[in-house]
């Protein structure tokens, strides 16, 4: 069984945060702009100055498939194309996010014509691969077979007669 979430994360060197929500009108889950404090998750501030603006928008589940959701996603970036454009051109980066979580071997086929649009809107596609191992159920960073407990001693080939 597989799981996945899907964020369309933005950064740019110096575009304020409120603008990106404003020209994209999606609401982010988490932003910050270049220039901004830095701030722990709780809120104390530490030392240092934000290098970038980031903005974060979580896309909404609305199929069960990765491509579905993206597409839906891109229906809507469609008619703000040149914001996309205006992010990118002077320095910034449109990504989505996909965290693809599974206990099974598993995967997904993006058609080319979804590449296209992502090309047409400029927005890049990064991947993270959360697998669990078979009967573990821990998260680990490649869908290898468990080790075994123990090893079995391998026979000695017989050399001659005995």
Known sequence: MSEFRISLRIT???MPSDEITKSLELAP????TAGDK???????EIPGRRKESYWC???PASADDIE?????CNAIL?????VLLRIVDSGGRVEYFVGWFSSDNSGFVLRHELLRQLADL??????????????GGNHVGTNAPKKAAH?????KPRRGPR
């Open 12 to 14: 740019h060197p110096k």
């Open 29 to 32: 889950i988490f932003s910050y």
């Open 38 to 44: 830095k701030l722990t998750p709780k809120g104390t």
């Open 57 to 59: 928008h979580d896309v």
């Open 68 to 72: 579905s959701n993206i597409a839906d």
């Open 78 to 82: 469609a008619n703000r194309r040149d």
């Open 122 to 135: 400029r927005i890049d596609l990064s991947f993270d691969l959360y697998t669990t191992e078979r009967g």
């Open 151 to 155: 090893k079995k001693k391998q026979k």
